[in-house]
């Protein structure tokens, strides 16, 4: 069975910074796609970034791109974001997922992703 558990949300004014940390089990970070996700209330899931299994590969959202960082630890099977220079808009539930890697270009969608966590709230006060 897998399992993912995020950790590291929190309340922080506009321009501040969390780290999210994703640690997983009954799963093989070296062959998995990895990502992170959010939605807001009344809000479809969007990406806010990817990364390969070796992390060789990143892909950001525009919105966060310059202020978010994606990466990895395939030894200690955790996937981190490091979020700066947060804003308001940021503010969602952020959620872990994985899939098996097949290619990079399924690696991004919502629909790409087998497994989720259930997510740690972020948010940003103006």
């Known amino acids: 069975q897998v399992l993912l558990v995020e950790s590291g949300g929190g309340s922080v004014p506009a321009g501040g910074s969390l780290r999210l940390s994703c640690a997983g089990s009954?799963?093989?970070?070296?062959?998995?796609?990895m990502g992170w996700f959010r939605q807001a209330p009344g809000n479809e899931r969007e990406k806010v970034a990817s990364?390969?299994?070796?992390?060789?590969?990143?892909s950001y959202a525009d919105s966060v791109k310059g202020r978010f960082t994606i990466s990895r630890d395939n030894d200690k099977n955790t996937l981190f974001l490091q979020m700066n220079n947060l804003k308001p808009e940021d503010t969602a539930m952020y959620y872990c997922?994985?899939?098996?890697?097949?290619?990079?270009?399924?690696?991004?969608?919502?629909?790409?992703?087998?497994?989720w966590g259930q997510g740690t709230q972020v948010t940003v006060s103006s």
């Open positions: 997922a994985g899939a098996p890697y097949i290619t990079w270009a399924r690696c991004h969608a919502v629909s790409d992703f087998t497994y």
């Open positions: 009954g799963i093989t970070y070296g062959r998995s796609c």
């Open positions: 990364i390969s299994p070796n992390g060789g590969w990143t």
